[in-house]
């Protein structure tokens, strides 16, 4: 299996404030990566596909950037709305893995 | 516009049988491409990648629970059947079934996601 690994698992921050989440994989999964978001009570929502493509509707302060086993998820300048769960998720092996989540909170 | 719902038992005994169903609209699984995947979260925990059917009908399932899970698909219902046998407590979660996005070059993703559907498992 390939196993993800995000960091931090949580972190408290200021609307405003730039917010960079990386994910780990076991293996070299090239740009196989994509990232969601997850807000308290609602199905996650796709934001990045392969490792650095904004899903349709989402807006431009989500980045993603990496390759290999490296790689992030940035928010430029944290909006209200942002905080939530995002987990990582590789499509590198069709046994898909999801990391275990970096939850956003309100500092 | 797609669309996916999930429906099944809230409530089930273990040792017993889970059967889910996803029913979807806007696509079809004859098409080639196109996925249809479960996903499941237990409370206040991360979310866990369960299984995957194909409009070939190729399946991959999660290596730890491959032995308990059965998923099939009905395409001239629009739905996908996820079947979990001998269930136990640790099985309660929300679960999610989610249509499969092929991104040509860079493997897939789950783009649309039903709204889950909680199942507890006690007696």
């Known amino acids: 299996d390939i196993q993800m690994t995000q960091s931090p698992s949580s972190l408290s921050t200021s609307v405003g404030d730039r917010v960079t989440i990386t994910c780990r994989a076991s293996q070299n999964i090239g740009r196989y990566l994509n990232w969601y978001q997850q807000k308290a009570g609602k199905a996650p929502n796709l934001l990045i596909y392969a490792a650095s493509s904004l899903q349709s509707g989402v807006p431009p302060r989500f980045s993603g950037s990496g390759s290999g086993t490296e790689f992030t998820l940035t928010v430029s300048s944290l909006q209200p709305e942002d905080f939530a769960t995002y987990y990582c998720q590789q499509s590198y092996s069709n046994l898909y893995t999801f990391g275990q989540g970096t939850k956003v909170e309100i500092k | 516009q797609i669309t996916l719902k999930e429906s099944g038992p809230t409530l089930v005994k273990p040792t017993q049988t889970l059967t889910l169903t996803c029913t979807f609209s806007?696509?079809?699984?004859?098409?080639?491409?196109?996925?249809v995947g479960w996903i499941r979260q237990p409370p206040g925990k991360a979310l866990e990648w369960l299984a995957l059917?194909?409009?070939?009908?190729?399946?991959r399932y999660s290596p730890s629970l491959r032995s308990r899970l059965t998923i099939v698909k009905n395409t001239s219902k629009n739905q996908v059947v996820l079947t979990m046998t001998n269930v136990d407590p640790v099985d309660t979660a929300t679960y999610y079934c989610?249509?499969?996005?092929?991104?040509?070059?860079?493997?897939?993703?789950?783009?649309?996601w039903g709204q889950g559907t909680m199942v507890i498992v006690s007696s």
């Open positions: 059917i194909y409009w070939d009908d190729d399946k």
């Open positions: 989610a249509h499969r996005r092929s991104i040509s070059g860079y493997g897939d993703a789950l783009d649309i």
């Open positions: 806007g696509f079809s699984l004859s098409t080639s491409g196109v996925g």
